[in-house]
């Protein structure tokens, strides 16, 4: 296109801006996933993700050391005294500030205030407080409620948190190791069965095929909210119940349809050539199977166990429908993240930590393969 | 036994399971029942080749039947019986406690409202970003972002966008996109322009090419080409476009009219009406990705020469893009609608992790999830997911014609 007549127009820096805000309209809502999962939930709440990049104007509460502490009060000219910074970190700053959580806004900075009985304190800027009392301090350390422009910051203690607290509700470790049960046989077992049927569809002459192929073309649609009671009350009848077993039986059956047709269509395009000679030189179809057909529809199956893949990592339905019993023992992330949202609606720091972490995995392999996932679309789907 | 061992386990019981099958199921045709040796030699080497597809079918096809086919007949036989009765059969007596059900008119709602369009608007912007991304360098890099959202799960989409969509009371900042961008605006000159004159002349836009192609089906039907079905077809089809053109100008006569709550932050999912579409923005986002991948290919695939003709002949962009271009892969748009249809008559996880039906955004999928195990009605549960498949088979008998033509 770039070299023919009429095609260099003046629409092309259009064309450029365009797919710039598109990308950046596509992008926007997972990286705004992703930075939340990196603040606090102090940042969260008082700031948009968005403005995460600059310094954020938050009310805070902070506390002193406690001068129950060893060493901390120095008697200065007969007065006790207490002087430290108020922040763990340098770099915020303080505008106002109040010795009440009535009155927030009391003092600005620089100013002393008078706690009664004797005390004062007085608060700079950048977090230097000086405490006085005319007795010796006790008790916990003094607050101080302050509205205070914090530097942008980011933390992996949500991650921490979600990953290897081991804290029950939070925890996404043990529902991760459950995805990853459930995804595992699931992607391998459909791929062995549907490749010797699609084989068997593609190369082998017999009544019936025509018929078989319509039924596979025609079992690609059917909804597998169809399958829920039967299955279920088959899997109850005949002792498996839910567990692992029924939802790998389950995921199977419903992969099977697009494997077989996704594979049928790759092994029908490979050359006769190379069948015909191998029947030629004595080869069983068996040895046909595994010698050539296998390795060279090495693309289609890439191609459908990355489909697969993703649908048994990204599924909610039939993992509560087959696998999750009373107990909670066997839940995966995604039915993990509907109950987060559930239980912890305003926490979003966990919320979008655990999201990510279930996220994380399909998009790695999504950007490692996105070849295959591309074929195997175009051969799913163009006809 | 651990999970994880299990699943150990059972990778390698499948999998060898299966091999083994195969291997010793052919070994034992090839050696035991029909050796390829003595007197009937040739014959039991036609004999086992008769069997031999159906011992490489036999797991597939008992897989497939068991947990396809057979599930498509014992659901049909579910929704004609009640539980509680033992299972009894009650006729049509779920069907018609559904029909009574105004939940369930509520889903059908919704779900020709999802039909309508999540698929238009997929396929509209696939097609924009394909069309977009063909010419450029980097081009394949942005396909592959916009591509991304495919990778996401439902689940995972949902949670994105309730942290676009959330709400904080008045006077908090607010941390949630699309209230932050609502709160900028204030009634003035800048809120006319964009909550009011842009979406009423998109309305009256969309409104009258609807009617435009309705009167285009209307000539044809006149002359009568086609026959009586084509007439028909295109009778049902006007009729169809004349609803979209009547809806399109009433939202375009509420654009122009209604109160707007201007500086309140608004709960977006609980406005009914409004947050069926909220829901379908997150199945949109995902969808596009797919779209525009095909529609790209399709695009690569079209030839040269047809483009390069126009252009001698001296067709603009656009004429080049909506004259030449969209006839040649009109195929595969139906391929990418047909597809994304499928995707939203099954549609759950979204509905149900974001609003879980309240606020009337239920749909057939979540309906039926709710009938079977929170009511614990198999009887209706099943009815409505019956209900689904009528809605798929349309698409089953077109896919499957497709195929058998293709084949011969």
């Known amino acids: 296109m770039d070299n023919i007549a009429g095609s260099k127009s003046s629409l092309t820096w259009i064309v450029h801006i365009s797919v710039a805000l598109l990308v950046a309209l596509w992008l926007f809502p997972t990286v705004g996933l992703l930075v939340s999962s990196f603040r606090t939930t102090d940042q969260i709440s008082s700031s948009g993700w968005w403005q995460s990049l600059f310094p954020t104007e938050q009310n805070v509460t902070l506390r002193t050391t406690d001068p129950d502490d060893e060493g901390v009060q120095t008697l200065v000219d007969g007065v006790y005294t207490i002087t430290g910074n108020l922040f763990e970190e340098a770099g915020a700053e303080i505008s106002v500030w109040g010795s009440s959580s009535r009155a927030i806004d009391a003092y600005t900075v620089g100013e002393t205030a008078d706690l009664g009985d004797g005390e004062t304190i007085t608060v700079q800027a950048n977090g230097d407080y000086v405490w006085t009392g005319n007795e010796e301090l006790s008790g916990r350390g003094q607050r101080v409620f302050a509205t205070a422009k914090t530097p942008p910051e980011f933390t992996w203690a949500n991650y921490k948190r979600v990953l290897f607290s081991g804290s029950s509700t939070d925890s996404m470790a043990k529902a991760f190791f459950n995805t990853l049960t459930v995804t595992i046989p699931a992607t391998i077992i459909p791929i062995v069965i549907a490749a010797f049927a699609a084989y068997a569809l593609a190369w082998m002459d017999f009544p019936g095929r025509a018929i078989l192929i319509a039924l596979v073309v025609g079992l690609l649609v059917v909804p597998l909210q169809l399958a829920l009671i039967p299955l279920l009350r088959l899997h109850l009848n005949i002792g498996i119940g839910k567990g692992y077993l029924g939802v790998w039986l389950a995921h199977t059956g419903f992969g099977l349809p697009l494997a077989i047709y996704l594979l049928r269509n790759y092994m029908v395009g490979l050359p006769r050539d190379i069948i015909e000679n191998a029947k030629v030189d004595g080869a069983t179809d068996f040895q046909i199977f595994t010698k050539i057909i296998l390795p060279l529809s090495f693309p289609a199956l890439a191609s459908f166990a990355i489909f697969q893949f993703l649908w048994t990592w990204n599924d909610l339905l039939v993992a509560k429908v087959f696998l999750i019993d009373a107990t909670g023992q066997t839940t995966v992330m995604t039915n993990q993240i509907v109950e987060l949202l559930g239980t912890r609606g305003g926490n979003w720091e966990i919320l979008a930590t655990a999201a990510f972490v279930s996220i994380a995995v399909p998009l790695a392999v999504f950007f490692a393969m996105q070849k295959y996932l591309v074929r195997g679309l175009l051969a799913g789907s163009v006809k | ?408």
């Open chain 2, 1 to 408: 036994m651990h999970p994880a061992a299990q699943g150990l386990l059972t990778i390698f019981l499948g999998v060898g399971g299966c091999i083994a099958y195969f291997y010793f199921s052919n070994q034992f045709l090839d050696k035991v029942l029909f050796p390829a040796k003595g007197e009937h030699a040739g014959r039991n080497i036609n004999r086992a080749n008769m069997v031999r597809p159906w011992l490489f079918l036999f797991p597939a096809i008992f897989a497939l039947g068991l947990y396809l086919a057979y599930p498509v007949f014992a659901t049909l036989w579910y929704s004609l019986t009640d539980r509680d009765q033992g299972g009894a059969f009650v006729g049509l007596a779920n069907y018609r406690q559904m029909f009574d059900d105004p939940k369930f008119w509520e889903a059908v709602q919704n779900n020709m409202l999802w039909l309508l369009v999540v698929p238009a608007a997929s396929t509209a912007f696939g097609l924009l970003a394909a069309q977009l991304t063909d010419r450029i360098k980097w081009g394949s890099i942005a396909k592959s972002l916009i591509f991304m959202p495919m990778a996401i799960s439902f689940v995972g989409a949902s949670v994105i966008f309730k942290l676009i969509y959330d709400t904080r009371p008045v006077g908090q900042s607010q941390i949630g996109v699309l209230n932050a961008v609502w709160l900028q605006f204030d009634g003035g000159v800048g809120s006319f322009l964009i909550l009011r004159l842009v979406p009423g002349l998109l309305m009256i836009c969309a409104a009258a090419a609807a009617l435009y192609v309705a009167w285009g089906m209307v000539q044809k039907a006149l002359v009568g080409k086609g026959g009586g079905l084509a007439t028909a077809l295109r009778g049902v089809g006007t009729l169809l476009l004349a609803g979209i053109a009547f809806a399109a100008l009433a939202l375009a006569f509420g654009a122009f009219t209604k109160t707007y709550a201007y500086g309140v932050p608004q709960t977006w999912l609980t406005i009914p009406g409004w947050n069926s579409f909220f829901l379908m923005i997150v199945l949109i986002w995902i969808q596009t990705g797919f779209a525009m991948v095909i529609l790209s290919a399709a695009l690569r695939g079209i030839p040269e020469e047809t483009v390069e003709a126009a252009i001698v002949d001296g067709a603009n962009p656009f004429q080049v893009f909506f004259k030449i271009k969209m006839p040649q892969i009109s195929g595969t748009i139906v391929v990418v609608w047909t597809t994304i249809t499928l995707v939203v008559l099954k549609v759950f996880d979204i509905v149900f992790a974001m609003t879980n039906g309240q606020w009337e955004t239920q749909v057939l999928a979540n309906y039926m999830y709710d009938k079977l195990f929170r009511a614990n009605d198999w009887g209706l549960g099943s009815a409505s997911a019956m209900i689904i498949m009528l809605l798929v088979s349309p698409i089953l008998i077109w896919n499957v014609y497709n195929a058998r033509k293709e084949m011969r």
